[in-house]
């Protein structure tokens, strides 16, 4: 797989690019949008291939008394043939989306 990394890290403009001859990988990217220092951070992803599409992800983290709630969502249009593999995708998102709480969850804790 190859990747690009662009832009300033951590920073609305930071861009990461991936390009994989598996299918499964596929290629496009992934940018900061917008980004509000321990409150919020937007990104935009353009999926090149396997198929083409995008997609926004949010995570929002808020104080609930002595911890921070975190709430990661992704939002994204699909054509009618691709709503045939949404529950692949769900299972893929859910998979992904729990190791990067899990991932974050460690780091946190440290």
Known sequence: ???TYTGNSGEVGDKY???SSN?????????IKELVLNKR?????IFKR???GQATSEIILSPE???TKVTWTMETEQDPMMKIMRPFMDYQMGKSYQEGLN????LVEK
Do not use: R, V, Y
Not at 41 to 45: A, D, I, L, R, V
């Open 65 to 67: 008394g002595n911890a």
């Open 41 to 45: 951070q937007k990104t935009e992803m």
């Open 17 to 19: 690019c991936w390009d």
């Open 1 to 3: 797989m190859k990747i």
């Open 23 to 31: 299918d499964n990988a596929g290629a496009g990217c992934q940018e």
């Open 103 to 106: 991932n974050l969850k460690n």
């Open 50 to 52: 396997p198929f083409d």
